[in-house]
């Protein structure tokens, strides 16, 4: 079945560090790509998106890619703040009825 | 966008008793799920809710212990029943629109059991 395999964390920065989160997925077929961000005491918000390969998804300064080739969808960010800190979570869903399938997310914490 | 509220935002709850957590979608969505968050941990897919039908559960999960109704297309309960302490979680409600990828959640519920 689909998979998502995320880097462990936590991770620790200092405030305007550069943020690569990897996260690579198995599946079939051609998934939509997504980052969620779940922030201290909240659900999950969507971050950011990519439909297709080589789509680029962008949002408040993050960003990731969509490559096939590697089945690949990094989340960077080139200069994190202490807002930043949150647990980030990769995830697969083909189009229809089936559900989003999580990786196991990694916490950033940045410190000023 | 969807918009989702769920209530009560946290319990906290005897062992043996069950608690109902009401989940309100602003806007219709084809497919409504419910999940489960143990502490510092990923999320876990507890069941697809059908409108109008028993809900579709994921391995581990039985209706006898969370029951799920969804009686239109932006409303749905999940019930958790006799709980004990390991049931103490977060719930999150998600929602996905027709034909879309997208799936949008709500704050979620925060439950603990004592």
């Known amino acids: 079945g689909d998979s998502v395999t995320q880097m462990e964390g936590p991770v620790t920065l200092s405030e305007e560090a550069f943020l690569t989160i990897n996260c690579t997925y198995t599946a079939t077929g051609y998934p939509s790509l997504f980052w969620y961000v779940q922030y201290p005491g909240e659900g999950l918000q969507l971050l950011l998106k990519a439909t297709k390969a080589d789509d680029k998804g962008s949002n408040k300064g993050f960003e990731a890619t969509y490559r096939k080739e590697t089945t690949s969808f990094h989340l960077e960010k080139g200069s994190v703040q202490v807002s930043d800190s949150a647990v980030y979570f990769c995830?697969?869903?083909?189009?229809?009825?089936?559900?989003?399938?999580f990786g196991k997310g990694t916490r950033l914490s940045v410190i000023a | 966008s969807a918009v989702i509220s769920q209530k009560p935002s946290r319990d906290i709850c005897q062992r043996g008793t069950s608690l109902t957590i009401q989940c309100q979608v602003d806007s219709q969505v084809t497919m409504m799920f419910w999940y489960r968050q143990q502490p510092g941990q990923s999320l876990t897919l507890i069941a697809t809710a059908n409108q109008g039908s028993e809900a579709t559960y994921e391995s581990g999960f039985v209706i006898d212990k969370f029951p799920i109704s969804r009686p239109n297309l932006t409303f749905s309960t999940l019930t958790v029943s006799n709980m004990s302490p390991e049931d103490s979680s977060i719930y999150l409600c998600?929602?996905?629109?027709?034909?879309?990828?997208?799936?949008?959640f709500g704050p979620g519920t925060r439950l603990t059991v004592l």
């Open positions: 998600s929602g996905r629109g027709g034909g879309a990828d997208t799936q949008y």
């Open positions: 995830a697969l869903a083909h189009s229809g009825n089936t559900p989003l399938v």
